[in-house]
């Protein structure tokens, strides 16, 4: 099993990017897809799900109207495109796979990690 990262960089605050994970290893079109990420002292947060279909997404309030999580199925890859970044947003960002439902993942379970890739927002 693999989830391979990728789309991170250098960023001026109120720029975007957009991160991809390519999964490979599992029957990647029954598996909730989200992103994590980790800033430095601080806890692993998730910022994005989605549903195994597509068909549902969810959000905290700290990214909401500015991240868009979604996923292709035909290619195996989920997507984070970022909007209006800010300084607050650095971090490494990371896509989890889960057997199950987008809520059991928002409660924090996971069956599969990637190794993630740094995001960071200049002011």
């Known amino acids: 099993v693999q989830l391979v990262e990728s789309g991170g960089g250098l960023v001026q605050s109120g720029g975007s990017l957009k991160l991809s994970c390519v999964a490979s290893?599992?029957?990647?079109?029954?598996?909730?897809m989200s992103w994590y990420r980790q800033a430095p002292g601080k806890e692993r947060e998730l910022v994005a799900a989605?549903?195994?279909?597509?068909?549902?997404?969810n959000y905290p309030d700290s990214v909401k109207g500015r991240f868009t999580i979604s996923r292709d199925n035909a290619k195996n890859t989920v997507y984070l495109q970022m909007n209006s970044l800010k300084r607050e947003d650095t971090a490494v960002y990371s896509c989890?796979?889960?057997?199950?439902?987008?809520?059991?993942?928002?409660?924090?379970?996971?069956?599969?990690w990637g190794q993630g890739t740094q995001v960071t927002v200049s002011s």
């Open positions: 989605i549903s195994s279909t597509g068909g549902t997404t």
């Open positions: 989890a796979a889960l057997l199950g439902t987008i809520w059991t993942m928002m409660r924090g379970r996971r069956d599969y």
């Open positions: 290893g599992f029957t990647f079109r029954n598996y909730a």
